[in-house]
C-alpha cells in the first residue's frame, strides 16, 4: 500500500492510524468536518487535513480508503471512493489488518480503556520495549495518541461497539471491567457480555487474558478461555499523579500486562513509569483557574459509572463546591441509563446540563436534558438545563475562588473549559 485516503481523520483513532500509516511511508490524505486539537496535531506531524467532506477530496491514485464509524455508506467521499473502485474498510478493519502478525494486545472493557492502554504503552516504552501504541486519547507524556515503536508489541485500545473488538486478533486480551453500555448497538449486558465471551474465546492457548476475574460481569465469561487468565487484583497499590480508585484499578491492570509480556521487567521500572504518568487529554485533566480563581477541570465521563467515580475522586480533593457542566453522549445512552445518571451527581452541588450530544442518533423526542435535569433535582442534587454552551459559560463565570468546575462528557464540553481558562 502506497497511498491512503482517511474519512474522518480527526478522530481519536483515526489519526492515531494515520500517524502510524506515515511511519511506515505511506502517503497520507484525510478530511473531517471541522478543525480540532487532533487535526492541528496531524498537520504539525506533516499530514495535510481537508476541513470539508468532498468527492474531490479522494485521490484517484488511493489504494485504500478508511472511514470512522461516524462516516455513513452515502458520504460523499464513500460514494466518490466506490465510482473509482478503490477498496474501503472501516477503521477497526483497518486496525485488524496492520496488526496482524503482530505481538497485539488489546484493551477492552467499558472503563479506563484510554489510560490504561496509555499507562501500558509507558510501561513498555520506559523498559525498553519499544512498543506501537494507538491510543483513545493524546497521552501526556508522548504528546500524540500514537507511539511509534520498533518491535512487536502493538498496543491498542480496543472497543466493544458494533462488535469492533473482533476485528482483532490480539495475543493479550485485557478487560478492565464491564458494564451496559452503547445501549443504541447492545439491548442488555447479556448481549455486550456475549460479544466479550466471543473475545475470550478467541484468544489462543498460547496468548494471555488480563482481568479482574471477581467481577460479576467477567467472571461467567471466562469459561470460554482457552488463554491463561491473570488476575489484574494481586497486583499492589501504585503511587499514582492521577486520582481515585478507578486509576489504580487501571494501574494494576497495565501492570500485571507489562508482567505477562515483558516478564523480565523489573517491579521497580513498573513502580518508577506509573508514578510517573502524566495522564491523558480529557481524564481528569486540570485546565487551570478562571477568571474568577476557580480551578477548572474537565473529563471525558459519558456514563453514569465513570461520571460517579470522577466526582466521588473530586469531591476528595477540595472543601469547595463543585459545579459541574455536563454534555449528555447520545440519546439513547441518556435515556435507557437515566436512573442510574440520576444518582450519579451527588458529589456535586450544581449541575448545568447542556442539550444531548446526539453524534450518530436523531432525536425521536423521548428524552432531553431538561428531563435528565428533572430526575437529578428528584435525588436532591441542584440541576439545571440550559439551551447552549454559551448559557452555561456565562453560568460558570459566576464560580469563584475555592469552588471546582468539572466540565464532563464525551462531546465537546471541554470547549467550555477552555474558554473559562483563556478569560
Known amino acids: 500500500m502506497k497511498k491512503a485516503h482517511l474519512i474522518g481523520i480527526g478522530g481519536v483513532g483515526m489519526s492515531a492510524l494515520a500517524q502510524y500509516f506515515k511511519d511506515q511511508e505511506v502517503i497520507v490524505t484525510g478530511s473531517d468536518r471541522s478543525e480540532s486539537l487532533v487535526t492541528e496535531l ?22 485504500i480508503v478508511v472511514y470512522s464509524d461516524a462516516v455513513q455508506d452515502n458520504n460523499l467521499e464513500r460514494v466518490r471512493a466506490r465510482e473509482l473502485g478503490i477498496p474501503q474498510l472501516s477503521y477497526f478493519a483497518m486496525l485488524g489488518k496492520v496488526s496482524e502478525g503482530k505481538k497485539t494486545i488489546a ?45 512487536d508489541f502493538f498496543v491498542v485500545e480496543a472497543c466493544e461497539y458494533r462488535d469492533h473488538l473482533l476485528e482483532l486478533t490480539p495475543q493479550v486480551l485485557v478487560i478492565t ?44 465469561l471466562l469459561a470460554s478461555a482457552k488463554a491463561e ?27 500485571a500486562t507489562a508482567l505477562a509480556v515483558l516478564p523480565s521487567i523489573s517491579d521497580a521500572t513498573i513502580a518508577q513509569s ?12 486540570y485546565k ?15 456514563h453514569p459509572t465513570a461520571v460517579r467515580e470522577t466526582l466521588h475522586a473530586l469531591r476528595g480533593r477540595t472543601k469547595g463546591r463543585i459545579i459541574v457542566a455536563f454534555h449528555p453522549h447520545l440519546y439513547s445512552r441518556t435515556r435507557d441509563l437515566l436512573d442510574e445518571f440520576a444518582t450519579a451527581f451527588r458529589d456535586a452541588d450544581k449541575v448545568f446540563i447542556a442539550p444531548i450530544f446526539a453524534a450518530r442518533e436523531t432525536d425521536d423526542g423521548t428524552i432531553s436534558n431538561e428531563m435528565l435535569a428533572e430526575r437529578i433535582r428528584a435525588m436532591g442534587t441542584n ?19 475555592g469552588d471546582i468546575i468539572m466540565t464532563m462528557g464525551a462531546g465537546d464540553i471541554y470547549k467550555v473549559a477552555d474558554s473559562l481558562v483563556r478569560k
Open 42 to 63: 496531524l498537520e504539525k506531524r506533516g499530514i495535510q487535513v481537508v476541513i470539508g467532506q468532498k468527492a474531490e477530496n479522494v485521490p484517484v491514485d488511493a489504494d
Open 107 to 151: 484493551i477492552a472493557g467499558t472503563h479506563g480503556k484510554t489510560t490504561t492502554t496509555g499507562m501500558l504503552a509507558k510501561i513498555l516504552k520506559d523498559a525498553g520495549a519499544s512498543p506501537t501504541a494507538i491510543v483513545g486519547s493524546i497521552v501526556k507524556d508522548f504528546g500524540s495518541n500514537y507511539l511509534h515503536g520498533d518491535s
Open 177 to 220: 471491567n464491564l458494564e451496559l453500555d452503547h445501549t443504541d448497538w447492545f439491548p442488555s449486558l447479556a448481549a455486550i457480555q456475549e460479544t466479550f465471551r466471543k473475545a475470550i474465546a478467541r484468544v489462543s492457548e498460547s496468548g494471555v487474558i488480563v482481568t479482574n476475574p471477581h467481577d460479576a460481569s467477567v467472571a461467567p
Open 229 to 255: 487468565v491473570i488476575d489484574y487484583t494481586k497486583e499492589p497499590e501504585y503511587v499514582l499523579r492521577l486520582p481515585g480508585e478507578f486509576n489504580q484499578d487501571n494501574a494494576s491492570a497495565a501492570a
Open 274 to 285: 506509573l508514578a510517573t504518568f502524566h495522564g491523558t487529554w480529557r481524564r481528569f485533566e
Open 288 to 302: 487551570g483557574k478562571s477568571v474568577n480563581g476557580a480551578d477548572v477541570y474537565d473529563d471525558y465521563a459519558h
Open 383 to 401: 440541576a439545571i438545563a440550559l439551551d447552549s454552551f454559551d448559557a452555561i459559560e456565562s453560568a460558570l463565570n459566576e464560580v469563584g475562588e
